[in-house]
């Protein structure tokens, strides 16, 4: 069992940053792969990135393309978005969540097995 924490939300202007945290519980961290989903009221969630175990492979959806940044650190037991250049569109519940099987950055969010609370990112324009 993981447990997933996610801090680092928000009130920020357009245009600005903001870095996301998810701290995951257990030592078999390095085992698995990553992702960050968000959803934004009235509309289904949505993929935003993904990291695999090692942190080697990476992916990114491509309303985020170029302003958003998935890294983890294995030795913390962590994960980060960092977000850049935000837009209100942005404006979401932020879900870190961890894939105890395949291993790779996968968008698809029924691969993942554990789920953090959420935190909330709001961009104002």
């Known amino acids: 069992q993981v447990q997933l924490v996610e801090s680092g939300g928000g009130l920020v202007q357009a245009g600005g940053s903001l870095r996301l945290s998810c701290a995951a519980s257990?030592?078999?961290?390095?085992?698995?792969?990553m992702g960050w989903f968000r959803q934004a009221p009235g509309k289904e969630r949505e993929f935003v990135a993904a990291?695999?175990?090692?942190?080697?492979?990476?992916y990114s959806a491509d309303s985020v393309k170029g302003r958003f940044t998935i890294s983890r650190d294995n030795a913390k037991n962590t994960v980060y978005l960092q977000m850049n250049s935000l837009k209100p569109e942005d404006t979401a519940v932020y879900y870190c969540?961890?894939?105890?099987?395949?291993?790779?950055?996968?968008?698809?969010?029924?691969?993942?097995?554990?789920w953090g609370q959420g935190t909330q990112v709001t961009v104002s324009s």
């Open positions: 969540a961890a894939d105890a099987t395949t291993g790779w950055a996968t968008i698809d969010q029924y691969e993942y097995d554990y």
């Open positions: 257990g030592r078999t961290f390095s085992s698995y792969a």
């Open positions: 990291i695999s175990r090692s942190g080697g492979n990476t």
